[in-house]
């Protein structure tokens, strides 16, 4: 058995013996705009000082991204909040409740739009969750306002994975290289990957992050867009996971 696999094997069975003790909660909070975000919290360790990482979903699709994955990232010793962004719709049967308010209100939805909700939820689990290490992990389009943010406001988090990142907002006002420019004051820890066919997307934007504690891995496979790599149903979801294992606890677990 490679080692991936008996990794993730053992995640399984982690995950097996706390899932009792784990309360899954939907809350909401408010944006910067006073629009109410819905979220879901996978809290599993009571310590307040419990890594907590905050998972922002991809294009089209709701919190539902990570009803498989936020279980996992519990038996690896970290605590979770799963936002519902206002640019998606749906996945996993969990509607976007975010963005359904969003256009009842008559609110935009572009991706640039859901950077506020972003924050607002960074910064709510900081004040709510998190006495220690606050992670922000984005997928698609999340994934580049991740680092985004991060470039421009430092102090919002202490890591940041980010799932098939890319200067994908030129088509909302952005200029060609935003994500890349942000990205350039970026010194916390770092973690990117995609889809193999992917990496030209970010590879200027991962040059440019001069943290040293930066990690890029692509598969030896074809891969997978966005968070989705982690799921069960990819035959190459332990490498993805055995690389997300090993920057997670050499950063916020010694």
């Not at 994908?168 to 066919?197: L, Q």
Request: charged content about 20%.
């Amino acid at each position: 058995m490679k080692y991936s696999q008996f990794l993730l094997f053992t995640i399984t069975l982690t995950v097996l013996a706390i899932s009792q003790a784990t309360a899954q909660k939907t809350i909401t909070f408010p944006s910067q705009d006073s629009l109410l975000i819905t979220a879901d919290t996978y809290i599993a360790h009571t310590d307040k000082k419990t890594p907590l990482i905050v998972l922002f979903h991809q294009a089209g699709w709701s919190r539902g991204e990570y009803r498989e994955i936020a279980p996992k990232l519990n038996a690896l010793g970290f605590n979770c909040i799963a936002v519902d962004q206002r640019s998606g719709k749906g996945v996993n049967d969990v509607r976007n409740e975010t963005a359904q308010r969003a256009e009842k209100a008559g609110k935009s939805t572009t991706y640039p739009d859901a950077r506020q909700d972003m924050i607002a939820a960074l910064k709510y689990a900081r004040r709510h969750y998190a006495d220690d290490k606050l992670i922000a992990w984005g997928s698609s389009y999340s994934a580049a306002l991740v680092l985004q943010i991060l470039g421009s406001q430092p102090d919002l988090a202490d890591g940041a994975l980010s799932f098939s990142p890319g200067e994908y907002f030129s088509r909302f006002g952005k200029s060609n290289t935003w994500v890349r420019d942000a990205a350039r004051h970026i010194k916390i820890p770092v973690f990117i990957t995609s889809a193999k066919r992917e990496s030209d997307s970010w590879s200027a934007i991962f040059a440019a992050i001069p943290s040293k504690n930066k990690t890029a891995h692509l598969p030896s496979t074809g891969g997978n867009h966005g968070s989705r790599a982690l799921w069960e149903k990819f035959d190459d979801n332990a490498d993805y996971w055995e690389a997300v294992t090993t920057f997670l606890k050499t950063n916020f677990l010694n």
